[in-house]
Structure formats: C-alpha cells, structure tokens
C-alpha cells in the first residue's frame, strides 16, 4: 500500500461526502476519466471532478525529506458545474447556486481528512461557459482547488 493512496484519500471520498450533502440532493456527481470532461445533457444537472491536466506533484520527496514517510504531495482538482436549462435567467440562477455552494463545501471542508493528513487549499472558479439553441441551453462553471496530502511525523 502506498503511503499516499490518492484514490482512497481523495477521489473515492469525494463522491460519497458530496452526494451525502443535502445541497447537492438531485445532482450527480461523478469522477470523470475522460479525455473531454464534457457531461451530456441528459444527465444534467451534475457535477464532475477530475485531476487537472498540470496532473500531481511531490512537493517533498527526495534529497529535501529525511525519510520517504516524510512528505507533501498536491493533487489539483477541478470541478465541473453543469446545469441544462430552456430561461436564460434560471440557468443562471441554478448555476450561480450549485457553484456558490460547492465553493462553500470546499471552505467548510479544508480539513477534509484530518486523521490521514488530507487538506483542501482555496479554490477558485477559473472558466464559466454557455452554449445553446433554441432546444435549450447549458451553462458550465469550473472551480479548480488543490488537495494537499501530508505524511510523516505526527500524522
């Protein structure tokens, strides 16, 4: 086992803390693995989460650590919000929402696992999209933010 398991540390809780919140009740959530990050419409509204493609970075490992359990490991995670509407001004409005609070849950969880050295530094929103016709329209938001993971003494 490694000493810093990304995948159980980080992107398997996520998806169960967030679709345990009563402010994402209706909304999916899923890590997504591919390549585009583009949700379809039909499963909207949704939230998706990925490794941003900066991909992960071992912040502590090497000649600068006294031991290899010694370390600082950051994984940036980005955050889709995706939300299908035919109102321009409700689309909006659900967005704007679900974004508001997801940043919420991520302030309110910036000791994300504190037993397992696990944090969550400030997050942001870095892209906002619309796209439609007259079938309907979408509106996406990105939020990106950093897990930092931690191990050594006192962890």
């Given at each position: 086992m490694p000493t810093m398991n990304v995948y159980s540390l980080?992107?398997?809780?996520?998806?169960?803390r967030l679709k345990s919140d009563s402010?994402?009740?209706g909304v999916n959530v899923?890590?997504?693995?591919?390549?585009?990050?583009?949700?379809?419409?039909?499963?909207?509204?949704?939230?998706n989460y990925f490794i941003m493609p900066s991909g992960a970075e071992d912040l502590t490992r090497g000649s600068?650590?006294?031991?290899?359990?010694?370390?600082?490991?950051?994984?940036?995670?980005?955050?889709?919000?995706?939300?299908?509407?035919g109102q321009p001004d409700k689309l909006d409005e659900a967005l704007w929402e679900t974004s508001g609070d997801l940043r919420d849950w991520l302030s309110e969880n910036t000791d994300f696992d504190r037993?397992?050295?696990?944090v969550i530094l400030a997050p942001r929103v870095v892209q906002i999209d619309y796209a439609g016709d007259e079938n309907g329209m979408?509106?996406?938001?990105?939020?990106?933010?950093?897990?930092?993971?931690?191990?050594g003494s006192g962890i």
């Open positions: 980080v992107i398997v809780p996520i998806a169960e402010r994402f009740a899923f890590y997504d693995r591919s390549e585009e990050k583009i949700v379809p419409h039909a499963v909207m509204p949704a939230i600068r650590t006294g031991t290899f359990q010694d370390r600082r490991f950051r994984l940036p995670v980005g955050f889709g919000i995706w939300m299908f509407g037993t397992n050295g696990v979408f509106g996406s938001q990105m939020i990106r933010c950093d897990f930092e993971l931690f191990s």
